[in-house]
């Protein structure tokens, strides 16, 4: 299945949020809540591409079922207008494999395969897991390069080894090393997207193509306008909105962390999603309070006081 917004420069889009997954009060995947909060990302966020079952959407306590549930229903919402990235990436190859199969045949317009997480493969490894989840399908690939979950890195070589093949298309950095991106990037085609939120504009000034962002939640429309002045030229401008969103980046990922707080975030803008499940717990009362200080400081329009 075609993307509907990606270009050569930019195969998934620009503006992507890998999506939070809304649960129901019992902790079953709340699969209506799924696609009003596609469609609220994709009309009202400015996002012009989703990943579905990241991390951040809690894709370790997610089955296999329920992945395949959850990116049909985003799909049907918005995969007309915005591209679907599904996150098939496990650290056995046969299952990440059998995971992008499924993908694939759900609609997806894209898979993004993270570095095999715990068990620590060597390159050679990682290089063979990458090609294998490739091979699977027609599906273009956005590898997720994020050392810190993962315990290992995806080395320069690797990357540039791996720009060969045909449908490794871009990756999703988070080791947030803008030197060796830049070696990648004038060494291959592959396309660059800031996978941390705090490195969005510096990423862009070194060549990359959008944002895989969490805080995309609830200021996906910032973001998507501070891309466009810096792709316009308006540096200063952009630099302000990056200023301006700071505060917001501090109290999403630098508390409790992605999930725990987008979700709580999504409840303060009036966009309910439900708990989040073991092992994970609800942010604190301390963190909510803290949470909608700095969403206020960054100009969040909050519905729920």
Not at 229 to 241: E, H
Request: glycine share 10%.
């Amino acid at each position: 299945m075609a993307s509907p917004t990606g270009t050569t420069d930019a195969p998934f889009g620009r503006m992507l949020t890998a999506m939070v997954t809304p649960f129901t009060a019992d902790g079953a995947v709340d699969y209506e809540a799924v696609r009003r909060l596609a469609v609220y990302l994709v009309d009202e966020q400015r996002n012009d591409g989703l990943i579905v079952s990241g991390t951040t959407g809690e894709s370790p306590t997610t089955s296999d079922g329920e992945k395949e549930r959850i990116l049909r229903a985003v799909v049907e919402a918005v995969g007309d207008r915005a591209t679907v990235v599904a996150g098939v990436g496990t650290n056995d190859t046969h299952h990440s494999v059998e995971l992008a199969r499924a993908a694939a045949r759900a609609g997806a317009h894209g898979l993004l395969v993270v570095t095999p997480y715990y068990n620590k493969p060597p390159q050679e490894g990682l290089y063979r897991h990458f090609t294998a989840v490739a091979d699977a399908t027609e599906l273009p690939v956005m590898l997720y390069d994020i050392p810190g979950r993962s315990g290992v890195p995806i080395a320069s070589e690797t990357l540039i080894r791996l720009a060969q093949h045909e449908r490794i298309v871009a990756v999703k950095d988070a080791k947030g090393d803008l030197f060796a991106g830049t070696q990648v990037m004038t060494a291959t085609d592959l396309a660059f997207y800031s996978g941390d939120d705090l490195l969005n504009l510096p990423w862009l000034s070194v060549g990359a193509a959008g944002f895989v962002s969490v805080v995309g939640h609830v200021v996906g429309g910032q973001l998507a306008h501070m891309m466009d002045l810096y792709r316009n030229g308006d540096v200063a401008q952009a630099l302000a909105v990056h200023r301006q969103l700071a505060p917001v980046v501090d109290g999403i990922m630098m508390s409790a962390g992605g999930a725990i707080m987008a979700k709580a975030a999504l409840g303060m803008v009036g966009v309910p999603v439900g708990p989040v499940r073991p092992p994970l717990v609800a942010a604190t009362e301390k963190q909510i309070a803290e949470l909608r200080v700095c969403l206020v400081a960054g100009g969040v329009k909050l519905t729920d006081a």
